[in-house]
């Protein structure tokens, strides 16, 4: 079956005969006297029916996975692939990649629980020798830098590496990293997944179920899992995820080519722009640009922070995915130390009418000029 219907029937459990999935808010599952498992679960911090269905839902929307394991949020997931490395192992990681998993590879390299080394995987990398993952992040928080998969995979599994990718901002339906060599796959599940800004969760999917059993070890004894009410709201927006995406990645590919010819803006970043510098490797490995676009302003910071402040309809907040239009300052947000350029906006263009969102950033760009 294909997408749009695996979306609404893979890991649908009707319990009790209701169109709407079956909520079992229980932690604990009666088993036999020899501790039988008479219903398929015994303690939810293990495994539960909702979060099973969940895992079968996203299993079976990723191309190549065999297997999930959906944990509490984006960053548990993160630690749950990180966390079964052994002790001071070597991860690549990006140069650029969510600020959040940059601080967690950054506190762990404290303690001496992994050794990070940030490159460039956005074009050709030399890898170390003794690296044992690599992380990657495609298309990257926030320009949309991409990493080419399949040719970094050939390269860590020459040196016995294996490949984690983020994922989240394509979601399962626009790349497919497992099918092009990489080990694991991980999405924030707060993002387009849950897809309304109600719910945390993230998930780790791979190709080889023996490499996903210390990750759900790890899951169960860390108590990072998923709870019942959030996997079912993730599997109520897995649902919509594929009509979703359609008018997300529309509404942006629109949005992102009017920006481009603005005189206020210098640049935009989305991959299905041809500017985009890997535009190429966009249309081989993506199937549409997803739904954010970033931009930056000719007039820098000032302008950045003036349009910010004049947008009516889109509103100032981190995250994307929900169905609501949002802008951000990203270097704001970094603080001190910033990575993201000063005249940096980040919009998570969402569903509503795209000549309203054209409408209102022209207002606030009519601020700058
Ligand atoms: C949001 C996000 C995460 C973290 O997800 P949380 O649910 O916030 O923990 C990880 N990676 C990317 C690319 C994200 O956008």
Known sequence: MRPETLAIHAGLSRRDGGMSPSLQLSTTFAHGPAYELLHGHAYSRHSGPNVCDLETRLCALEGGAAGAVCFA??????????????????????????????????LWAQAGRLQPVFLDLFGEAQLPTDTALVWLETPSNPRLQLSDIEAISRKAHAIGARVAVDSTFATPLLQSPLLLGADYVVHALTKYIGGHSDAMGGVVLAGDPAALEPVRTLRALSGGVLSPFNAWLCERGAATLPVRMERHCANALYLANWLSTHPAVDVVHYPFLPSHPRHALAQRQMRAGGGVVSFELRGGREAALAVAGAVRLFCNATSFGGVESLIEHRASVEGAGATSPQGLLRLAVGLEHVQDLKEDLAQALAQVR
């Open 73 to 106: 949020s984006g960053v548990a997931a993160t630690a749950g692939v990180l966390g079964v490395l052994p002790q001071g192992a070597r991860v690549v990681f990006p140069a650029e990649f969510y600020l959040d998993n940059r601080r967690l590879a950054l």
